[in-house]
């Protein structure tokens, strides 16, 4: 068992618990909190039409790749009419990356990726997202170099919450699901990683943080809230526990 000893070092313990050997990464509303921009913005848009945008109503389609359709519909709904969504969509974008250029990774993010990489922990993105997208800000926020595996929607049949983006990112690691924790900050997204069979953390975000997240093995407010070994130590006690 993964645990930290006296002197706050990391090592090994007997028991017969899977040791864990990788970490896997969301990106949006994770690493960079994308999914408050998104939301931020949004709501910036039907102001100019005299609505609000619940953040009630917005949390259900957070994490999903259908967040802007669904936002439209509503907008449709509420208007009574249908808006010009290629026109509407140009001015999100414009007011949506202002404030993405702005934002800096989410705190501990990368303490945890400088962590994983000194006890030799392999590490993947996964995520709902392009590539492109994903890969643009992740070299942009200076963290490109600590990922082993970059699995987006790209090559995958089915997005989260399906566990597809997840037991590929497994495979291409070269682990089991067992030997993986997840981070997450969705719903969809930690559905994902538990299907998928692997532990998961969550640490929701202004927009998800209205989610329940008790289908979990850990939630934290924030990575700054835990070292990774304290987090590994946690997770592996449980699960030993549970083991019997």
Partial sequence: MFCITENNGVDWEGGGVMPIKAIALDFDGLIVDTETASYDSFCELVRSFDLDMPLEVWKEWAGGIQTWQLACDYL???????????ALHRRHREMYTALIEELDVMPGVKQLLEDACR??????????????????????????????VLQTRDDAAKVKPDP?????????????????????????????????????????NRVTGLFSFE?????????????????????????????G
């Fill in 119 to 148: 006890i030799g922990l392999r590490v993947a993105l996964a995520s709902s997202a392009s590539a492109a997208w994903a890969v643009e800000h992740i070299k942009r926020c200076g963290l490109i170099d600590y990922f082993d």
């Fill in 76 to 86: 449709d709904e509420q208007l009574g009419k249908p808006v010009d969504r290629e």
């Fill in 164 to 204: 597809e983006i997840y037991r590929k990112a497994v495979e291409k690691l070269g682990v089991k699901p067992e030997e993986t924790i997840a981070f997450e900050d969705s719903l969809v997204g930690t559905l994902a990683a538990k299907a998928a069979g692997l532990s998961c953390v969550a640490v929701p």
């Fill in 215 to 243: 289908h979990v093995d850990l939630q934290l407010a924030s990575l700054a809230d835990m070292s990774l070994e304290e987090i590994i130590c946690t997770l592996e006690q449980s699960r030993a526990a549970a083991q």
